[in-house]
């Protein structure tokens, strides 16, 4: 079993914000989303590892509605309803975003897609806008979803946020834990590296777009 980082502030599972950390001392937020909509799915088991091993002023937060996000529609665009409201309002609470994507034929499964796509929009306000972003997932096979997180990170750039450049496939998934607990030490240690990252890219001052020639949330008719 891994041994999430422990902290001398922590009290009742909620872990302090540092000095000079994020303002009105609340911890820095990180909005989870999971590319599977199985309940039981490696990724989800992923994802709820990377919240016991958040670091220290570090709260991951899972959002778990994807499956009723409806197609993006651009004629629903000023109305999508409330699941997308909901979704709209965490990304704009959240400092930093964190994607868990398996792979579904070389690409993320459609309903994360999809989520990014409302997330882009409405143009010149997309709630992740300037938002840094990380994309993990894991799959049974020793590739670990890469192609998959190639193809969301694109997305992402795309949709205005800032995806960090670094990787996590988590290769032969099944593998790396016992029952829910994620058993692999290197994996933990690379997942906590990737939550570092992300905590101090959201903590940054740095607003510059990651590639000048994408525009944010552009759409082809």
């Known amino acids: ?5 422990t ?23 990180i909005l989870t989303l999971v590319g599977s909509l199985r309940r039981n799915s490696w990724n989800r088991r992923l994802a709820l590892a990377a919240k016991s ?33 909901e979704l709209r309002a965490e990304a704009r609470r959240a400092d930093a975003l964190l994607f868990v994507t398996p792979e579904y034929n070389g690409a993320p499964p459609s309903a994360l897609k999809n989520a990014i796509d409302w997330l882009s929009r409405p143009a010149g306000a997309a709630p992740i806008a300037g938002k840094p972003a990380a994309v993990t997932g894991g799959s049974v096979s020793s590739f670990g979803a890469l192609w998959a997180q190639q193809v969301a990170r ?18 032969k998934i099944d593998q790396r834990f016992s029952g829910e607990e994620l058993a692999d030490e290197a994996t933990a240690q690379a997942l906590r590296e ?25 759409r082809e008719a």
């Open 154 to 171: 694109r997305a992402l750039m795309i949709a205005g946020a800032r995806p960090l450049e670094r990787e996590l496939p988590v290769g």
């Open 53 to 85: 091993l958040a670091p220290p002023g570090v709260e991951v937060v899972l959002w778990e509605r994807l499956a009723e996000l409806p197609h993006y529609n651009e004629e629903l665009e000023h109305a999508p309803g409330p699941a997308v409201e």
């Open 1 to 5: 079993m891994i041994v999430p980082p």
């Open 194 to 218: 990737l939550l570092r990252e992300l905590a101090e890219a959201a903590r940054s001052d740095d607003t510059e777009p990651v590639a000048a020639h994408t525009a944010p949330g552009r």
């Open 7 to 29: 902290d001398s502030s922590t009290v009742e599972g909620v872990r302090s914000v540092p000095a000079g950390g994020e303002a009105a001392g609340r911890p820095l937020r």
